[in-house]
């Protein structure tokens, strides 16, 4: 079995189906389970509308044609797919598998994710024994690739002992089949495994490819939303396709029509509006007043200061402030953040947070001052 060169018939490849109880597999659970119901109401939208082939995903143009080419040509490398959550990485994997294997895939596809245990043993036994051996039926006599697949999900949550184990076996086992390393963050993947795989960067979708597949998703649905909506809905999934469909279908069940205010709410995050008002009493107003004035209305949304910080800071680009002072409030933002991460308290920090927009205001007035002292001075 430790030969590479084995090519012996393996009619009962493990499969993913019979071993695993990973993420991937739930799902084909979920939609099993929701099948044997008769209603694809039950599932998740995220299942639900997960891409089958390469064409239903609507980003990575470039990655999916090159992919595409190297499955026609039969030249398929090891892969490592790499990038932030929602972006599409496990769908174009099992796409790519269905595209390979047709409807047989589950056969000739080992999937281990997080939820799976991936210690050195599985290395050395499970991922082995399924890259030693061959699928009568997926050989080049049999019409298939000649070469099953073994997908490592979230790859990162790996020992580094675990991914040593696997670098061997990545060379001994090519003619075998090809691994396709699926991971969050790149860095945290050995560099001899990198070095062993074609590297593809998924990148957070653009907001008009997430609208898309809203778009699609909406109409299916017969989902009602207004046109804020839809744009609050785009903003806050920041190219998380998965963030997205989880937001429209919590709106959906709690709201007949979709508007900005009922994707706020749903999401927890701060009303533009409220940041908007928050911001210009804490900038026109006295000290005691404006606290007065922020905190009434913190209480009355239901609102977290770390939530608040984060709009602020978002809002900050609408805000015409000067360099200094952005500079300064910048700085101040991220210190109130990292204080109330690590269990500052908010009434603590509501008050620096105050002070720090006070501040920035006198630094503002000072640069203007300046400018102003310099101009009278050329003249
Ligand atoms: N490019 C895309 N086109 C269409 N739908 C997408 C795309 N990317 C993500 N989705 C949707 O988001 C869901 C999650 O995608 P997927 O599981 O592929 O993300 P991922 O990149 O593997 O994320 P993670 O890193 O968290 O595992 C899918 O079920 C699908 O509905
Ligand atoms: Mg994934």
Redesign the pocket.
Known sequence: MSNGDTEMADANAVSSSSKGKG??KA?DIAVAQANAAGDEDLLP???????VTLD?????RDITTTVESFIEKNRLPHLL?Y??????????I?AMARKIYGDNWRNNVLELNASDERGIEVVREQVKSFASTRNVFSGNAGGGPGFKLIVL??ADAMTAAAQGALRRVIEQYTRNVRFCI???YVNKIIQAIQSRCTRFR?NP?ELD?VEE?LDHVIENEGAHITQDGKEALLKLSKG???RA?NVLQACHAAYPSIDSTAVYNCTGSPHPDDIRAMVQSMMNDEFTTAYNTVSALKAQKGMALADMVSGIYEFLDEVKVGREARVYLLDQLGGIEHRLSTGGAEKVQLTALLGAVKMSLELAAKAQGQAKAKGNGAK
Do not use: A
Request: glycine residues 10%; hydrophobic residues 30%.
């Open positions: 993420k991937g799902s939208w995220v299942e639900k509308y997960r891409p239903d995903l609507v980003s990575h797919f990038g932030p959550p929602g972006t599409g990485k496990t769908s174009t099992l999900d979230e699926i991971c969050n998924f979708l490819q597949r998380d396709m998965r469909l």
